[in-house]
């Protein structure tokens, strides 16, 4: 009998790439999909995409989608509680395993596992230590748009385009060409696991503390633009004493004001700002 797994879901190409070779493989069956979103902005928790745009992938992939809330000034010990009461749901219904979609970096993968531990689970890494995946991504025709990119090591000209051969040709030599130092996140809107085209028009680009940001909308949706001077948080994640924020299901150690740069639900997605 396969296995149940539940997929920790971002909506970039790595999970997207962890879905794919999950589906490959005989000995898993596919419970759903798990995704942290911040319920004040309604955006996916890091990558900041919109909810609906989530919800889109969800029903194009043919899985059940459950959605950890946190809110924007979540603690630690608020964020932990309602993660492992989503677990320990998923535990009633057969699943004792989450898979990620990590590459490379060992201390994050020993952090997943021992938060996993600590709640009768265990992880699973389909594409770590997978060789030149970046081209596996494009070969199979999965196709994404960069929504996210780190202002230090990339410009705002990365923003916005789409993850392809030509994207990865004009990456600096030290820039990852997986993004796994979090150079640049990503949204996959095609590819093999998809049963529909996700339709998605891009919005303004705007710069938060370091990092540059594409705001997306489902195609033919409209959002006022937010009131005030200054744009609402986008990502507004539970910080703690021993600096970690909350990515995808668990906490990775990070320091503190990575990824803090955001939008409001309602940023109007017409036009450009000068700076994303």
Known sequence: ???????????????????????????????????????????????????????????????????????????????????????????????????????????????????????????????????????????????????????????????????DEKFLAELPANVDPNGENGEFHSFVFDGPIFQKKISYEIGKVVKRDSFYFCDLQPQGATYPLAPGPTHEVLMDLPVGGDDTLAVNAYRLPIKLGDHSSRLSNEEDAAGQVPGV
């Open 1 to 163: 009998m396969a296995e149940k797994v539940l997929l920790s879901w971002s909506g970039g190409k790595d999970s997207a790439l962890a879905f794919y070779e999950i589906s490959q493989d005989q000995q898993y069956e596919m419970a759903g999909l798990l995704t942290t979103v911040t319920e004040d902005y309604h955006r996916i928790s890091m990558h900041g995409v919109r909810e609906a745009l989530l919800e889109q992938q969800a029903n194009s992939v043919g899985l059940p989608l459950s959605k950890v809330f946190i809110s924007k000034n979540s603690s630690n010990e608020e964020y932990e509680s309602k993660m492992k009461a989503v677990l320990f749901k998923f535990q009633k219904l057969g699943v004792y395993a989450v898979v990620f979609g990590d590459i490379s970096l060992e201390d994050i993968r020993k952090y997943r596992e021992e938060n996993l531990a600590k709640v009768g689970m265990k992880g699973v890494f389909p594409i770590w230590g997978k060789d030149n995946l970046p081209q596996t991504f494009i070969d199979l025709g999965f196709q994404a748009i960069i929504t996210c990119v780190d202002a230090k090591v990339l410009d705002k000209r990365f923003v916005g385009k789409l993850f």
